[in-house]
């Protein structure tokens, strides 16, 4: 059992979290959630460093992992972490971000390690399936407080929906009143003046008249009248529940490449350092395709995303691409102009996209060097989504936000109208956004359902012009006998492609 009485955590003299009395059960999986900043990971360390003043057990608490191994994926990097530190046995486990990097089969061996260890678990995570599985109860930090909800995930959401639409519903019946009783403040008000005038024949003109039947005439209406304004006044001020605005996307970019297949791989390797990960892969893509790349840790799935990145920087296509050693951002620069500066669209819709994610009102003058870095995050896929790119890739975007903002970014993707390619180990996250979905297994590309498409000339003719292009800007750097050839092969079989 652990008890959680008169806490009050603060950073920089400014409390974050204040918790009044919270008991929790032994053997009990709490799933703790929170927006990026809201004191998670300083309410684990608390609970860590305090032990013996919250709880008679031994603690265990396995912090966030930041990967340094490169020569590992971050996946594999974790689990042998997560071995490490779930090795002994104790009556209290503590766990920030479990899953980040961690591929289903991980995921689904984490969950069993936790199912076995008969202890209280606290884990403070953002992945929704993983909640849903392991919760039995959900601590939301809401302003500064801690609110308890029963059961799984899942199970909160819906209780959120409920409040939010309640609250929307209590909201539009209080300003139905207010409207109401202020009409009718005004209406009596407006009697009230009238009581005592009336039309003179002789002038032609409304007079005032002091007569004890119109004094008490007014009398009564100003009674009635300031019996309606107490009404108003003791009315409950009902708060206006936030409404989220939609990211409208500009689509004309998009449109010029109709439904031309745009990305091309073509029976290809890829390698990492000389090491063959994939072979013979083969991908076509088209303008508005939302595809999904998944596979076990280390499979080759990040190095296929550069592959693709690399073969296509040059060409004509606009590519976004987002991925964890990502330092787009100039740090003495604004947020907001972070994103202006490579961006077409006006400063509401920028304002729109970063309020999604928690970025509000002044905060987008806040300076980079200033802000976190899942405030970063945020920051640099904001500044993908708004830099009219044409495709984006999307290496891991969830790893370093709240589960809030993930749905939030959720939302955006869903209504983004170019082509996404996207690698996520947040199966929810992926499934949502992905129509159709590759698996890397034994070094292939595998999507049963899909077979390959019929090259027509001017999907080739695509290929080819890209193609030309990377080689033309390869040879502007400095020309070498093997580029010049290359050169003139791709001249020479563009010139028959047209000649059929």
Same mark, same amino acid.
């Given at each position: 059992?652990?008890?959680?009485?008169?806490?009050?955590?603060?950073?920089?003299?400014?409390?974050?979290?204040?918790?009044?009395?919270?008991?929790?059960?032994?053997?009990?999986?709490?799933?703790?959630?929170?927006?990026?900043?809201?004191?998670?990971?300083?309410?684990?360390?608390?609970?860590?460093?305090?032990?013996?003043?919250?709880?008679?057990?031994?603690?265990?608490?396995?912090?966030?992992?930041?990967?340094?191994?490169?020569?590992?994926?971050?996946?594999?990097?974790?689990?042998?972490?997560?071995?490490?530190?779930?090795?002994?046995?104790?009556?209290?486990?503590?766990?920030?971000?479990?899953?980040?990097?961690?591929?289903?089969?991980?995921?689904?061996?984490?969950?069993?390690?936790?199912?076995?260890?008969?202890?209280?678990?606290?884990?403070?995570?953002?992945?929704?399936?993983?909640?849903?599985?392991?919760?039995?109860?959900?601590?939301?930090?809401?302003?500064?407080?801690?609110?308890?909800?029963?059961?799984?995930?899942?199970?909160?959401?819906?209780?959120?929906?409920?409040?939010?639409?309640?609250?929307?519903?209590?909201?539009?019946?209080?300003?139905?009143?207010?409207?109401?009783?202020?009409?009718?403040?005004?209406?009596?008000?407006?009697?009230?003046?009238?009581?005592?005038?009336?039309?003179?024949?002789?002038?032609?003109?409304?007079?005032?008249?002091?007569?004890?039947?119109?004094?008490?005439?007014?009398?009564?209406?100003?009674?009635?009248?300031?019996?309606?304004?107490?009404? +108003? *006044?003791?009315?409950? &001020? /009902?708060?206006?529940?936030?409404?989220?605005?939609?990211?409208? #996307? $500009?689509? %004309?970019?998009?449109?010029?490449?109709?439904?031309?297949?745009?990305?091309?791989?073509?029976?290809?390797?890829?390698?990492?350092?000389?090491?063959?990960?994939?072979?013979?892969?083969?991908?076509?893509?088209?303008?508005?395709?939302?595809?999904?790349?998944?596979?076990?840790?280390?499979?080759?799935?990040?190095?296929? +995303? *550069?592959?693709?990145? &690399? /073969?296509?920087?040059?060409?004509?296509?606009?590519?976004?691409? #987002? $991925?964890? %050693?990502?330092?787009?951002?100039?740090?003495?620069?604004?947020?907001?102009?972070?994103?202006?500066?490579?961006?077409?669209?006006?400063?509401?819709?920028?304002?729109?996209?970063?309020?999604?994610?928690?970025?509000?009102?002044?905060?987008?003058?806040?300076?980079?060097?200033?802000?976190?870095?899942?405030?970063?995050?945020?920051?640099?896929?904001?500044?993908?989504?708004?830099?009219?790119?044409?495709?984006?890739?999307?290496?891991?975007?969830?790893?370093?936000?709240?589960?809030?903002?993930?749905?939030?970014?959720?939302?955006?993707?869903?209504?983004?109208?170019?082509?996404?390619?996207?690698?996520?180990?947040?199966?929810?996250?992926?499934?949502?956004?992905?129509?159709?979905?590759?698996?890397?297994?034994?070094?292939?590309?595998?999507?049963?359902?899909?077979?390959?498409?019929?090259?027509?000339?001017?999907?080739?003719?695509?290929?080819?012009?890209?193609?030309?292009?990377?080689?033309?800007?390869?040879?502007?750097?400095?020309?070498?006998?093997?580029?010049?050839?290359?050169?003139?092969?791709?001249?020479?079989?563009?010139?028959?492609?047209?000649?059929?």
């Amino acid at each position: 059992m652990m008890n959680l009485n008169k806490i009050t955590l603060e950073i920089n003299g400014e409390t974050i979290l204040a918790i009044d009395n919270i008991t929790v059960q032994e053997h009990k999986t709490i799933g703790l959630i929170g927006r990026n900043g809201s004191g998670k990971t300083t309410l684990l360390n608390y609970i860590a460093n305090n032990a013996e003043q919250l709880t008679n057990e031994n603690i265990i608490y396995i912090p966030q992992l930041k990967n340094t191994d490169f020569k590992k994926s971050g996946g594999e990097t974790t689990k042998i972490y997560l071995q490490e530190g779930l090795k002994n046995s104790a009556g209290v486990i503590l766990l920030d971000e479990p899953t980040t990097h961690l591929d289903e089969t991980n995921a689904a061996w984490l969950f069993d390690q936790l199912k076995q260890k008969k202890a209280l678990k606290i884990v403070a995570s953002h992945d929704r399936d993983f909640l849903d599985k392991i919760a039995d109860e959900i601590w939301s930090i809401e302003d500064t407080k801690i609110a308890v909800y029963p059961g799984s995930y899942s199970h909160y959401k819906e209780i959120e929906a409920h409040n939010k639409q309640r609250a929307k519903l209590e909201y539009d019946k209080y300003i139905r009143e207010k409207q109401h009783l202020e009409k009718a403040v005004e209406n009596k008000s407006r009697q009230a003046a009238l009581s005592n005038r009336v039309y003179d024949k002789e002038t032609k003109r409304y007079v005032t008249k002091e007569t004890p039947y119109f004094n008490k005439m007014q009398k009564k209406l100003d009674k009635v009248r300031t019996s309606m304004e107490s009404r +108003l *006044n003791q009315l409950e &001020e /009902k708060e206006k529940p936030e409404e989220e605005k939609q990211v409208i #996307f $500009y689509t %004309q970019d998009i449109e010029k490449l109709g439904g031309k297949t745009v990305i091309r791989l073509e029976r290809e390797t890829v390698k990492r350092q000389e090491k063959e990960l994939l072979k013979d892969v083969s991908l076509y893509l088209k303008a508005t395709d939302k595809v999904s790349i998944t596979g076990k840790n280390g499979s080759g799935k990040t190095t296929l +995303l *550069n592959y693709i990145y &690399e /073969k296509y920087q040059f060409s004509n296509l606009d590519i976004g691409y #987002f $991925y964890q %050693q990502l330092e787009s951002l100039d740090l003495n620069s604004s947020i907001l102009k972070n994103i202006q500066n490579s961006s077409n669209y006006d400063e509401t819709a920028v304002r729109t996209a970063l309020a999604r994610l928690n970025i509000k009102g002044d905060e987008v003058h806040k300076t980079v060097s200033v802000i976190s870095g899942g405030e970063r995050v945020k920051v640099q896929l904001v500044k993908l989504l708004m830099s009219n790119s044409q495709v984006l890739i999307l290496d891991e975007p969830t790893n370093f936000l709240d589960v809030h903002s993930i749905e939030a970014l959720e939302d955006m993707l869903k209504s983004y109208p170019g082509l996404m390619i996207l690698v996520s180990h947040d199966k929810r996250f992926r499934d949502s956004i992905a129509e159709t979905s590759y698996n890397i297994e034994d070094q292939r590309l595998v999507n049963p359902d899909t077979p390959p498409p019929r090259n027509s000339s001017k999907d080739e003719l695509l290929v080819l012009e890209t193609q030309i292009t990377r080689v033309l800007s390869e040879l502007s750097e400095g020309s070498t006998p093997e580029l010049e050839a290359e050169f003139e092969r791709l001249l020479q079989k563009k010139k028959d492609l047209k000649s059929h």
